[in-house]
């Protein structure tokens, strides 16, 4: 009897050797965020790792497609739209090379929608990459982001980006302020801008600013 094998290729890689992890690295404005993921990706550069790095598209205060960081650096990234399969795009790039990338580095992850981040976390299943997520945790009215909301829920490693308020305590909330330097209250969850539309500072200082902005508003002239 002549017995016929039959090999199907799925195109999918073994992951069996491959263990890789969602991380979800979240701090305030001004943490270094940005600065963080581009050293990261130069130490994959030196040492020949596949590294990617990543951005959605609503943040273009850069106009071309580049992560920069406040220090000065920069790296060249792909565009992530409101629509991208992040999952299909990494199996299109495995097709295309057979080979796999390492790490996935995204800037920005707070604007990925929760769709994008389980796309992401099976990207790490299936294929055994890496995927390190940095961004912001809450909105200038401290609310999660939807992004940043779905990572706490399913990333297997998170960890704080802390700095420091100016009275020295860590920063927690983003306040988006006005050209006189008050909190704004009230507006979009998103709207992009540097230190000229937010500080970073802490929940006290939050809370007391807003209260002395209160009763600034509701005190008699005397």
């Known amino acids: 009897m002549v017995k016929f094998f039959i090999t ?7 992951t069996m050797n491959r263990k890789g992890k ?5 701090g305030t404005m001004g943490s270094a965020k940005t600065a963080l993921l581009l050293t990261t990706a130069y130490n994959f550069e030196e040492r020949d790792m ?16 580049v992560i920069k960081s406040r220090i000065g650096i920069q790296r060249k990234c792909e565009w992530i739209y409101h629509d991208t399969d992040l999952y299909a795009f990494a199996h299109d790039m495995f097709e295309k090379t ?15 929608t929760a769709e994008q981040v389980d796309q992401l976390s099976r990207v790490v ?12 945790r809450t909105d200038f009215q401290s609310h999660l982001f939807e992004g940043s909301r779905r990572l706490f829920e399913i990333a297997d490693t998170i960890d704080e980006i802390k700095s420091t308020c100016t009275c020295g305590h860590k920063t927690i909330i ?15 969850q998103v709207e992009i801008g540097g ?7 802490c929940r006290k200082c939050w ?16």
């Open 50 to 65: 596949r590294y990617l790095c990543m951005k959605p598209v609503i943040d273009t205060r850069d106009k071309d497609n």
């Open 174 to 188: 983003n306040a988006r302020i006005d050209a006189n330097g008050d909190f704004v209250e009230e507006g979009n």
């Open 195 to 201: 230190d000229d539309r937010y500080i970073a500072v």
């Open 98 to 112: 057979m080979s796999v990338i390492d790490w996935f580095l995204i800037d920005e992850a707070q604007f990925l």
């Open 8 to 14: 199907v290729h799925t195109h999918i890689p073994p």
């Open 22 to 26: 969602l991380y979800f690295r979240y």
């Open 207 to 222: 809370r007391n600013k807003r209260i002395e902005q209160s009763s600034r508003d509701t005190l008699p002239f005397i």
């Open 125 to 136: 299943d299936d294929f055994g990459s890496n995927v390190i997520c940095y961004g912001l």
